[in-house]
């Protein structure tokens, strides 16, 4: 087993360790008064009708002197910080007085950075406001440990759920109350290619339409390994997480992807299902880059399509960002020609989705501050200026399609018209818990022979992962 997946399982230990220790307390009473943001004269106030105003369900105390917001995520890489960067200029825009504090930390979709949080919140020294992933990430973590605040007032005020689409409201609430202001939606079910690559190597099928089975796909990957390409480029362990949830989606459908979440599950896990889709993930694991546990995070592995070297990679719609925006963050590359991009093998007319939110601590150091960041999160403007240059679309349905770009408002349009299921390592579909017990699973089949034996033994243990979570009897 390389360092890189012992480093990892242990980080997933501490975080289970961590998780394990949060039990759920009572929330903290809310305070029921606000003094009002205050606006420089030469503040520009927002002008749409629609941007919230604070929520009266919070309090100022002790919080005057300071205008600063500290709020926590992972985007620091490119791509996704130069989308955070241009929300905080909104933020600077509207609410000049207001100081934004960066405490984003690198790592891995988050994997790391939950760690660090969640040592925080553990020692109750939590920043004014956090990425968190709305559905069970948010509900079965923050909520049930009552480390978030209910938002009902801020929604309330600002008429947040109106627009936001159905699917996404029961995913932030609990028994009723909203907890969380999702700011995107991102689509994770995407194959991006290098279109030389597949003509070189005498890759006739068009991703877009052809790869109705990874079967299909890997078809294609003995063509492009014969002509000494690397098929399907990874990165670091969570990749691989990410590898597996869209190989078992397009092994098993939407439905039974969706059934593996239920309580009690209605796919079984120790069925014939599950092991396709170990057996699919086996051997797309079998045309990955033997470095791809080293890399640093999804950028890297994303690169190799962009620079040649490799011809799919499987990845979020962050990705798009990355290869469009401007250098010197961005690569600058032009779509259909440098790159392309198609649903991921089997996944035609499925949206495997996550949505990024942000969250109101329950001790929070300074609400209000605090309460200007959601505002500028869950505005027009703010959506508007992160989703286009983090290649994602916004979580709320009037942005203008015309700053999006064409992948985008593809993906704004699937995601109408798609099945959508939810994601399990970006935190939708499965406690915290769960996912890092899975993850654990992951990454020591990734370490094994993974032959039929192997897998038969991952099978088990994901059976096992799911009665730990309560949801298999
Ligand atoms: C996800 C997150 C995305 C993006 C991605 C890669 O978990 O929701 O917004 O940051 O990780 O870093």
Redesign the pocket.
């Known amino acids: 087993m390389g360092n890189k997946h012992y480093i990892y399982i242990i980080v997933l230990a501490i975080v289970t360790m961590v998780l394990s220790a949060c039990s759920p307390v009572t929330p903290a009473a809310i305070p029921t008064t606000l003094s009002p943001v205050t606006m420089s004269p030469n503040s520009q106030p927002p002008a749409e009708k629609d941007t919230p105003a604070p929520d009266s369900s919070v309090t100022l105390t002790g919080e005057a002197a300071s205008r600063q917001v500290e709020v926590f995520s992972?985007?620091v890489g490119p791509g996704?910080a130069d989308g955070l960067t241009a929300m905080v200029k909104v933020l600077g825009q509207m609410y000049p007085n207001i100081t934004f504090v960066d405490a984003a930390v690198v790592g891995e979709?988050?994997t790391n950075p939950k760690a660090l949080l969640a040592m925080r919140l553990a020692a109750n020294d939590p920043p004014d406001s956090w990425q968190a992933?709305a559905g069970q990430e948010t509900i079965a973590n923050y909520v049930a440990a009552g480390q978030i605040q209910p938002l009902d007032n801020f929604f309330q005020s600002t008429g947040l759920a109106s627009v936001l689409p159905p699917t996404l409201l029961p995913l932030i609430s609990k028994d009723g109350h909203p907890y969380s202001v999702p700011v995107d939606i991102?689509r994770l079910n995407v194959l991006w290619y290098d279109p030389k690559i597949l003509q070189d190597a005498g890759v006739t099928e068009d991703p877009k339409t052809a790869f109705t089975t990874w079967e299909a796909f890997f078809a294609a990957c003995n063509k492009i390994k014969a002509a000494g390409k690397t098929c399907l480029a990874l990165g670091p362990p969570w990749t691989s997480m990410h590898l597996f949830e869209n190989v078992m989606i397009g092994t098993i459908g939407a439905d039974k992807w969706s059934g593996l979440w239920t309580t009690p599950p209605t796919t079984d896990w120790n069925g014939p299902d599950v092991k396709a889709g170990i057996t699919n993930f086996a051997k797309a694991l079998s045309y990955t880059n033997s470095d791809a546990s080293t890399l640093s995070n999804?950028q890297p592995a994303a690169k190799l399509v962009a620079d040649g070297d490799a011809a799919f990679n499987v990845m979020?719609d962050?990705v798009y960002g990355y290869f469009t925006d401007p250098a010197p963050n961005g690569l600058a590359l032009k779509p259909h020609t440098d790159f392309d991009w198609a649903p991921s093998p089997g996944s035609y007319g499925i949206f495997n989705f996550?949505s990024?939110s942000f969250v109101l601590p329950t001790n929070a150091k300074h609400p209000n501050n605090t309460i200007t960041w959601l505002t500028v999160a869950a505005s027009k403007a703010g959506q508007e200026a992160f989703n286009p240059l983090n290649g994602s679309i916004c979580a709320r349905t009037d942005c203008d399609p015309s700053l999006f770009s064409e992948y985008s408002q593809g993906a704004t349009k699937d995601w109408s018209t798609d099945k959508l299921v939810g994601s399990l390592y970006?935190g939708v579909v499965a406690a915290p818990a769960w996912v890092i017990t899975i993850q654990t699973t992951v990454s020591l089949f990734q370490s094994s022979t993974m032959d039929a034996a192997a897998q038969a033994t991952f099978q088990q243990a994901l059976v096992s992962a799911c009665s730990s979570d309560g949801a298999c009897q």
């Open positions: 992972w985007w996704e979709a988050g992933h991102q999804w979020g962050w996550l990024d970006h």
